[in-house]
C-alpha cells in the first residue's frame, strides 16, 4: 500500500509546528502516523512540543541541515526506511525548516519511491508582506501549496488580512486557502487519510460520517462516487481534468480496462496523479470519494462525468 507523505512548509515563525500540533493533538481517526521534523540548528527544539502526543508513532529528527538541499540523500532515505520498517505508518508528515523549498523537497520525496499527498503551507499574516520582499524562497512555499493556511490572525486587522489573501491569491490561484490563530486550523481535509474515513463506510455501502461543525462552517462536504464497471483512463483524466475549483480532493481506487489491478487516484486542488498498486483481493469495484466546497452545486455534474468513463462492454 501506498505511504502517504504530507510536507508542511512556511517561512521561519510562521507557527507550522502550531498547526501540525494542534491537527495531530485532534486525533486523525486511527491513522498511524510517523513525523520527521527538520530544523536548521544543531539541536532540534520544535520536536520537544509533539513529544508526547499520542496520535504520532514515530519522531524523527533531522537537524543541522535544511531537509531540501543540505541533508543528504542517503540521511534523509535511511530516516523514512526506518519509519516505513518500524512504524509501518499509514502517514509521514514532514515538517521543513522555515527555509525549505518544498518543490524540491517533494522530488526527493518521490525519488525515495514515496508519494507526495499534499503541501500545507504556513503563512505568518503579520509578517508574510516582510518575507515575500526579502527573501526568495517565501514565495516558492507559497508557489508549491495545495493549502495556505493564514495563521497569526489576531495580528492583523481585516483589511490587512484581505489584501494579504489578494496577494497569495496572485501567487497561487489553486491552493485552498483557510485562516488560523495560534495554529488552530479546523479543516482535517489537510492530511490526506483522513478521505479514508469517509471512504471506509462507502465501501461497506454506507453514508459519508456526518461532518463537524467547522466543516458546515465552512461549507464542506463530501460525496462518492462508485461502479462495478472498469472505466477508460483517457476518458477518467479528461473528466478530472473538469472537476470544479471547489473540490479541494479526492482519492479512491479505480479500475482500468485493460489492466488487471487497481490504481491509486489522488487529486488535490487541481493537481492528481495515479499509481498501479497491488492489492490482495478486495473489491472489484472503483470507487472515488470527493471532498470540498458547497459539493450539491457540482454534484451530480461530476458524477455524471464520471459514469461517462465506464466501459460498458463487460469484455473488456
Known amino acids: 500500500m501506498s505511504v502517504a507523505v504530507d510536507i508542511v512548509s512556511g517561512f521561519l515563525g510562521s507557527g507550522k509546528t502550531s498547526v501540525l500540533r494542534h491537527v495531530l493533538a485532534g486525533g486523525l481517526r486511527g491513522t498511524r502516523v510517523a513525523v520527521v521534523m527538520n530544523e536548521i540548528g544543531e539541536v532540534g527544539i520544535d520536536s520537544h512540543v509533539l513529544t508526547g502526543l499520542g496520535?504520532?508513532?514515530?519522531?524523527?529528527?533531522?537537524?543541522?541541515?535544511?531537509?531540501?538541499?543540505?541533508i543528504d540523500e542517503h540521511r534523509f532515505d535511511v530516516a523514512v526506511q526506518d519509519l516505513l520498517d518500524t512504524v509501518r505508518p499509514d502517514l509521514i508528515v514532514i515538517e521543513t525548516s522555515g527555509v525549505a523549498?518544498?518543490?524540491?523537497?517533494?522530488?526527493?520525496?518521490?525519488?525515495?519511491g514515496l508519494r507526495v499527498d499534499a503541501v500545507i503551507t504556513v503563512v505568518d499574516a503579520s509578517a508574510a508582506r516582510r518575507w515575500l520582499r526579502?527573501?526568495?524562497?517565501?514565495?516558492?512555499?507559497?508557489e508549491a501549496a495545495d493549502f495556505l493556511v493564514v495563521n497569526k490572525t489576531d495580528l492583523v486587522t481585516s483589511p490587512e488580512l484581505a489584501t494579504l489573501g489578494r496577494r497569495l491569491r496572485r501567487l497561487n490561484r489553486r491552493a485552498a486557502l483557510a485562516h488560523a490563530c495560534h495554529g488552530q486550523v479546523d479543516l482535517p481535509l489537510l492530511f490526506g487519510p483522513e478521505v479514508g474515513g469517509y471512504r471506509r463506510p462507502a465501501a461497506a455501502g454506507g453514508e459519508p460520517p456526518p461532518q463537524d461543525g467547522h466543516l458546515r462552517a465552512d461549507r464542506i462536504g463530501a460525496f462518492v462516487y462508485r461502479t462495478e464497471r472498469r472505466l477508460e483512463r483517457e476518458?477518467?483524466?479528461?473528466?478530472?481534468?473538469?472537476?470544479?475549483?471547489?473540490?479541494?480532493?479526492?482519492?479512491?481506487?479505480?479500475?482500468?480496462?485493460?489492466?488487471?489491478?487497481?490504481?491509486?487516484?489522488?487529486?488535490?486542488?487541481?493537481?492528481?496523479?495515479?499509481?498501479?498498486?497491488?492489492?490482495?483481493?478486495?473489491?472489484?469495484?472503483?470507487?472515488?470519494?470527493l471532498i470540498g466546497r458547497e459539493p450539491a452545486r457540482y454534484r451530480d455534474r461530476v458524477l455524471r462525468a464520471l459514469g461517462r468513463c465506464e466501459v460498458r462492454d463487460a469484455a473488456t
Not at 496520535?55 to 543540505?70: M, R, T
Request: glycine share 10%.
Open 235 to 289: 476518458r477518467f483524466e479528461r473528466a478530472v481534468a473538469t472537476f470544479p475549483r471547489d473540490v479541494f480532493r479526492a482519492k479512491g481506487m479505480i479500475r482500468f480496462a485493460g489492466h488487471d489491478g487497481p490504481w491509486l487516484f489522488n487529486y488535490t486542488c487541481g493537481r492528481s496523479d495515479l499509481g498501479f498498486v497491488r492489492l490482495p483481493g478486495g473489491s472489484s469495484a472503483s470507487q472515488v470519494v
Open 55 to 70: 496520535a504520532i508513532e514515530k519522531l524523527v529528527e533531522l537537524s543541522n541541515g535544511c531537509i531540501c538541499c543540505s
Open 101 to 112: 523549498d518544498p518543490g524540491t523537497l517533494a522530488a526527493r520525496i518521490q525519488g525515495a
Open 134 to 142: 526579502e527573501t526568495a524562497v517565501a514565495r516558492r512555499q507559497i
